[in-house]
């Protein structure tokens, strides 16, 4: 699992910052990537990294504002004629499935693979057996949602060393206890899978939010992740700007991630005004609250291990 960062601008592309875009990409997990909003040219970013279009699996957005949804019509399309025939599902605010199916209409672009568009409310909108997803509204101009992504926890490892003290011979049987299933030996006995498995291995919270002020659910949506993406379109100063254009300031994402006891901080959406030299004041503002904060760039990968 690791998070690449496809923009990290905020209102209107940069020379350095193209508009918003992360994935999530969970190709050990999976085999897929999941899309977290999908400005304009998202599709031009895809080209410069490693990403197959046709392996976005889910794609998620926070709020329908041009620079978080302007990218979806070209990168869909592309995804079609690039080979992708598997099943993509989009969910979103009230109204994405217009725009997508509006654009797609009128542009004439039909897709070889199908597309699933769920218009989401709060609360729990996926569940598989292995993560979990929660959306809440946030404090922006318009609906705008976070997500709070959980990893169901993993089985503990197979005590290898204990099976081979009872003589049970390595093949086929460690597979099986691995899965947690009871197993009967040639000499009769009965083993439970769950009497061989170490501590289960915890899975990861990764919480990504869109465009907000600073309120209560980007706490909730935060508490306890490994991971907090947090909008910092402004510097601590432009306090009263952020709140006037329902944005956030370096120190309030700060104070959200220390508040909701998260490990570590990404900040991005930023705004344009600063410029490359600037970038360091703003993540020194941060981690004079939260120590463990970086500020993403286009382009930046950010390995999440199963121990942070």
């Given at each position: 699992?690791?998070?690449?960062?496809?923009?990290?601008?905020?209102?209107?592309?940069?020379?350095a910052?193209?508009v918003?875009s992360?994935?999530?990409?969970?190709?050990?997990?999976?085999?897929?990537v999941?899309?977290?909003?999908?400005?304009?040219?998202?599709?031009?970013?895809?080209l410069?990294?490693?990403?197959?279009p046709?392996?976005?699996?889910?794609i998620?957005?926070?709020?329908?504002?041009?620079?978080?949804?302007f990218?979806?019509p070209?990168?869909?399309?592309?995804?079609?004629?690039?080979?992708?025939?598997?099943?993509?599902?989009?969910?979103?605010?009230k109204?994405?499935?217009?725009?997508?199916?509006?654009?797609?209409?009128?542009?004439?672009?039909?897709?070889?693979?199908?597309?699933e568009?769920?218009?989401?409310?709060e609360?729990?909108?996926?569940?598989?057996?292995?993560?979990?997803?929660?959306?809440?509204?946030?404090?922006?101009?318009?609906?705008?949602?976070?997500?709070?992504?959980?990893?169901?926890?993993?089985?503990?490892?197979?005590?290898?060393d204990?099976?081979?003290?009872?003589g049970?011979k390595?093949?086929?049987i460690?597979?099986?206890?691995?899965?947690?299933?009871?197993?009967?030996?040639?000499?009769?006995?009965?083993?439970?899978?769950?009497?061989?498995?170490?501590?289960?291995?915890?899975?990861?919270?990764?919480?990504?939010?869109?465009?907000?002020?600073?309120?209560?659910?980007?706490?909730?949506?935060?508490?306890?992740?490994?991971?907090v993406?947090?909008?910092s379109?402004?510097?601590?100063?432009?306090?009263?700007?952020?709140?006037?254009?329902?944005?956030?300031?370096?120190?309030q994402?700060?104070?959200?991630?220390?508040?909701?006891?998260?490990?570590?901080?990404?900040?991005?959406?930023?705004?344009s005004?600063?410029?490359?030299?600037?970038?360091?004041?703003?993540?020194?503002?941060?981690?004079?609250?939260?120590?463990?904060?970086?500020?993403?760039?286009?382009?930046?990968?950010?390995?999440?291990?199963?121990?942070?």
């Amino acid at each position: 699992m690791d998070f690449m960062f496809l923009g990290t601008g905020a209102g209107v592309p940069a020379k350095a910052r193209n508009v918003t875009s992360i994935a999530l990409q969970l190709l050990e997990e999976r085999g897929t990537v999941w899309l977290f909003d999908c400005g304009e040219a998202t599709q031009h970013q895809i080209l410069k990294t490693a990403i197959k279009p046709r392996k976005i699996e889910k794609i998620f957005i926070t709020h329908l504002h041009g620079d978080h949804i302007f990218g979806l019509p070209g990168l869909l399309g592309s995804r079609s004629f690039q080979g992708g025939t598997e099943k993509l599902t989009i969910y979103g605010p009230k109204g994405i499935a217009d725009f997508v199916r509006t654009s797609l209409a009128v542009s004439t672009t039909h897709l070889k693979y199908p597309l699933e568009i769920i218009e989401i409310e709060e609360g729990m909108i996926f569940k598989d057996e292995q993560f979990t997803v929660y959306a809440l509204p946030l404090d922006h101009g318009i609906y705008c949602v976070g997500y709070r992504i959980v990893e169901q926890d993993r089985p503990g490892s197979l005590l290898v060393d204990k099976l081979k003290r009872e003589g049970v011979k390595p093949g086929p049987i460690f597979k099986a206890l691995k899965k947690g299933e009871r197993v009967q030996l040639e000499d009769g006995r009965l083993l439970d899978g769950n009497d061989y498995l170490g501590e289960a291995q915890k899975g990861r919270i990764i919480t990504i939010l869109g465009d907000t002020r600073m309120c209560e659910n980007a706490v909730r949506l935060a508490v306890d992740a490994d991971y907090v993406v947090h909008e910092s379109t402004f510097a601590a100063d432009e306090e009263e700007m952020a709140k006037a254009y329902f944005h956030s300031t370096t120190v309030q994402a700060a104070q959200v991630a220390k508040t909701a006891a998260a490990k570590h901080l990404i900040l991005t959406h930023i705004s344009s005004r600063y410029t490359a030299n600037e970038v360091e004041q703003l993540r020194q503002e941060s981690a004079a609250i939260f120590p463990n904060t970086i500020v993403a760039e286009d382009f930046l990968q950010v390995k999440i291990p199963l121990y942070i």
